[in-house]
């Protein structure tokens, strides 16, 4: 392959062949334009160069039109099985949260905390994800207004460890304990202060190392509680690092268990996500790259590739700029090509809101395509 520095990147060209971090990860397809997002994030993180075999063109190289059609009755009925599906999800991600809210809030008055009750929840949730995981990963789409995030972090980080390890094919009880230890995994939060955890302001110091207690509080709090030693080290070790650099050990590589480095991957793209009293959130497809970044220095690899390919390079859920200039949500991951998901066009290129969004298969020939995810500000400036 050849090496093309990033400086000769141009913005909204193509590439005939896939494009390359590194001789493993594909950084793009040939029906994936260059963003100028994109070229400026490879610069700040010091890429100098690109690994391709092909050559930059100024339209995309689309796959054949016999492979990419779908006919419009079978996109219908996905349509019509896709809101029915997501009428579930929601209503088991509110009951999950309430079930979040209930639980922490017990344990904070009386130090009661159900395991039992928790895992049913659990096998609930791993129900889903194996029956209809592009459903629950659109979790985005299901705001739930709180004052303390843990309640919706700790919901958002058991939906994407279960994806991830339902990718890997981690057998039934090995699944209901990474989605305990992933709902579980902040229990240590709840023994500090809330002006600490829940400050709006950079903390200090001392506040730091405070916060940073929550990791060997929560192992202690499962352990009381009977938990197998897989899922409190989860609680004491999701913060763990695979280069080292991580607390309260310092512990690196595969000294990390399984459970921590998954959790470790989630928890950070949540928080990058998400809305906090302290920060603006980031898009997904931003969050993605960021992770990536850090892959075997921060981040497991394995979990990074398998939540990509689980939430897709245009994450489920995410707002999207398509090729005509209409809006839409990012609705269905596309196995046979995961780069063109299936999304739910919301908004014409007038930006005048469409009564019954439609369904749509991206990049067919001569079809429509996206171009960018919608920066967080973008989203918020359409009140959705």
């Not at 699944?175 to 600490?196: Q, R, S, T, Y």
Request: a negative charge; glycine letters at 4%.
């Amino acid at each position: 392959m050849k090496e093309i520095s990033v400086l000769e990147l141009q913005p909204d060209h193509y590439f005939d062949s896939p494009v390359y971090l590194d001789d493993n990860f594909i950084l793009l397809s040939p029906d994936t334009p260059l963003t100028p997002e994109l070229i400026q994030r490879l610069k700040q993180w010091g890429y100098e160069q690109v690994l391709s075999e092909g050559q930059p063109t100024e339209a995309p190289a689309y796959i054949s039109s016999g492979a990419a059609n779908t006919s419009t009755t079978s996109v219908l009925d996905m349509d019509i099985r896709d809101k029915q599906q997501m009428e579930e999800a929601k209503k088991l991600y509110y009951a999950l949260v309430n079930f979040a809210l209930e639980s922490f809030k017990r344990y904070r008055e009386d130090n009661r905390l159900y395991i039992p009750q928790t895992s049913e929840r659990i096998k609930l949730l791993i129900d889903m994800v194996k029956t209809s995981r592009d459903a629950i990963l659109r979790y985005p789409e299901f705001v739930y207004p709180s004052e303390n995030y843990m309640y919706v972090h700790s919901v958002n980080s058991a939906i994407l460890a279960l994806a991830i390890g339902d990718l890997m094919k981690l057998p039934p009880h090995r699944m209901i304990e990474l989605g305990l230890a992933a709902f579980l995994h902040d229990i240590g939060m709840l023994k500090l202060p809330d002006a600490v955890y829940l400050k709006e302001d950079s903390l200090t110091d001392k506040e730091l190392q405070i916060v940073r207690a929550h990791t060997t509080l929560g192992y202690k709090i499962l352990k009381s509680f009977s938990v197998s030693e897989e899922i409190a080290l989860a609680a004491d070790e999701h913060h763990e690092r695979i280069d080292g650099s991580g607390y309260p050990k310092g512990l690196s590589g595969d000294k990390i268990s399984l459970y921590s480095r998954i959790i470790g991957v989630v928890c950070s793209y949540d928080a990058i996500t998400a809305k906090r009293m302290f920060k603006s959130p980031k898009d997904a497809h931003a969050a993605l790259m960021e992770l990536l970044k850090e892959r075997n220095t921060k981040y497991d690899e394995q979990a990074i590739r398998s939540l990509i390919i689980c939430v897709s390079a245009y994450p489920l859920g995410s707002l999207v700029l398509l090729s005509d200039e209409s809006i839409g949500r990012v609705a269905k991951t596309n196995p046979e090509s995961p780069r063109f998901p299936f999304v739910q066009v919301l908004f014409d290129k007038e930006r005048t809101r469409i009564s019954e969004p439609l369904l749509i298969k991206t990049v067919e020939k001569d079809g429509i395509s996206i171009r960018r995810c919608l920066a967080p500000k973008e989203a918020e400036e359409l009140d959705i």
